[in-house]
């Protein structure tokens, strides 16, 4: 599977790849009624997104008889990485730790900090 930074998913592109990652592979139709169910959405709109999205290889498509088959190109993982990747350069000057000490000022309850100092404890054992 592929993903590079030129290939970053719009939002409207990240809706219907999370579809796509849930059901594994679909067709427009069955993209759009699972948009629907949450917003209201005109089905060439939904098409020609997903059109796009095969030009940006971030899908790819199969001829079925009589249906076109859709499936993603991109791992969820991948596309959640460079998306968190281009947060921190872009408003944290590449800096991990000041996006979580962010994290922290907005939501520091001390359920989130516990399960900080878990994980950064747990890092530090995997790095031993």
């Not at 409207?12 to 759009?32: D, G, M, N, S």
């Not at 059109?51 to 076109?68: C, D, F, P, V, W």
């Not at 959640?80 to 000490?101: C, D, H, Q």
Request: with cysteine; hydrophobic share 35%.
């Amino acid at each position: 599977m592929k993903g590079t930074k030129r290939n970053s998913p719009t939002n409207a592109e990240l809706e219907i790849l999370e579809i796509l990652w849930k059901k594994k592979k679909a067709t427009v139709r069955e993209v759009h009624d699972a948009i629907s169910i949450n917003k209201e959405c005109v089905y060439t709109s939904t098409l020609k997104t997903m059109q796009k999205m095969t030009a940006k290889e971030l899908i790819g498509r199969t001829i079925n008889t009589q249906s076109h088959i859709y499936y993603p190109l991109v791992e969820e993982s991948h596309v959640r990485n460079n998306t968190v990747k281009e947060l921190i350069n872009k408003f944290f000057k590449g800096s991990y730790s000041k996006l979580a000490l962010h994290a922290l000022g907005n939501s520091a309850s001390d359920e989130n900090i516990d399960e900080l100092v878990e994980l950064v404890n747990k890092l530090k054992q995997d790095k031993k």
